[in-house]
């Protein structure tokens, strides 16, 4: 068993990594693989043989009085051993086996190992001193040694018959987390399935699971959308206008002319046309207050603004030699037969005089004037010039 350096679990022999925690298994102890032979131990050499040394005779230990010591018994101290004389008979250079072979011609031994000579008697050692009599010296510190982590038993059998390592292809077993050969995870997490392209907008792109409110969010959602389909129903014509008016601000103009126009009374030489010549030199001269002008047109169009240049020229000094208006209503008709009143003030001063509109499918405008200044006999009230403008 191979026991995990991190967390303690206990692995199989061939693991190098762990299981459970995928760590490797490399800094742990190395088991002993079998089938390795284990190395010879060398022969020691033989001695050369050495004559028996005599024994020393023991004497007891005596004291620096000369007495001998108390509680001591004698000790056996071995004397040198002399040394051998030298044989001058002997030469070393001469090998005795091939002395032995000339003075023996006839006898041929049978071949073998050389005789192993003897070993030599040791020398008796002295019985060793008692420890307690001999000073203590200094001693280095005890290393501390980390406890060991305790191996779980594991069963003997670990054939890993589990599904192989998606990386690798090793067969681990079934209750393993990490492969036993590169630490890869076992356990590969389901990639979530694609979703619909409806999905991807907001706010519908948030990913939900099974029971964290969607059946809320949606009766939430069908309301509002009920809400406001209801509420363009009971507030459509306010919100239809508001609609129009931002177009209107954010859209161009143009100017639109007139098919046909009448008057309920005009002056003598000042025709109810030229109102709408597009010169400010003539204008539509009313006998009295109350007359009206009307305008018409061939196809309904967005009604934006209308500009009137009253009196009878954009001089200042031609301006106040005639009536000019001062106060007019416009009613606009639409398309559905529905007339539009609206009450404009005009300033006593030459120039034109711009009326913002916002009226959709506009068929006709009538101008009904209702105050002037500098009436007197002989004197019309003259309108110089109207325009119409419609969205672009």
């Known amino acids: 068993m191979r026991s995990c350096p991190a967390c303690g679990t206990a692995n199989g022999e061939s693991d190098d990594f762990c299981g459970n925690c995928g760590s490797y298994l490399g800094w742990s102890s190395e088991p002993v693989r079998p089938g390795r032979a284990r190395e010879p131990e060398p022969v020691p050499e033989p001695e050369p043989e050495s004559p028996p040394k005599p024994e020393a005779a023991l004497e007891p230990a005596r004291e620096p009085g000369g007495n001998p010591a108390a509680g001591s018994e004698p000790e056996s101290v071995p004397e040198p051993a002399p040394e051998p004389a030298a044989n001058p008979a002997v030469n070393p250079a001469v090998n005795p086996a091939a002395e032995a072979e000339a003075q023996a011609p006839e006898a041929a031994p049978a071949p073998g190992p050389p005789a192993r000579p003897e070993a030599p008697a040791r020398p008796e050692q002295p019985p060793e001193a008692d420890p307690a009599d001999e000073p203590i010296g200094a001693v280095q510190p005890g290393k501390p040694v980390a406890r060991r982590p305790v191996v779980r038993p594991v069963a003997a059998d670990e054939a ?24 890869a995870p076992l356990r590969v997490r389901e ?31 069908v309301l509002a959308v009920a809400g406001l389909v209801l509420a363009g129903f009971l507030f459509f014509p306010l919100g239809r206008y508001v609609f129009e ?26 025709p109810a046309s030229a109102a709408i010549d597009g010169l400010t030199n003539k204008y539509w001269g009313a006998p009295a207050l109350g007359a009206s002008l009307t305008c018409s047109f061939g196809t309904p169009f967005r009604l934006v603004g209308i500009v009137v240049h009253t009196g009878v020229s954009k001089e200042p000094q031609e301006f106040r030699r005639g009536a000019r208006p001062t106060r007019a209503d416009l009613l606009v008709t639409t398309e559905d037969g529905k007339v539009h009143r609206k009450t404009v003030t005009f300033n006593d001063k030459p120039g034109k005089q711009t009326v913002r509109m916002g009226i959709s499918d506009v068929r006709s405008v009538e101008l009904v004037l209702r105050e002037a200044a500098g009436q007197g006999e002989g004197r019309p009230v003259a309108v110089g010039e109207v325009e119409f403008f419609r969205r672009t």
């Open 160 to 183: 890993p018959d589990g599904p192989p390592c998606p990386a690798c292809g090793t067969p681990n077993l079934p209750g393993r987390k990490f492969c036993r050969r590169c630490a």
């Open 191 to 221: 990639q979530p399935a694609a979703l619909p392209w409806w999905r991807t907008m907001w706010p519908f792109r948030r990913r939900v699971r099974g029971g964290s409110g969607r059946a809320l969010r949606r009766t939430l959602l």
């Open 245 to 270: 008016d931002v177009r209107d601000k954010l859209g161009g103009t143009a100017e639109i002319s007139p098919t046909g126009v009448t008057a309920s009374a005009a002056a003598p030489g000042h």
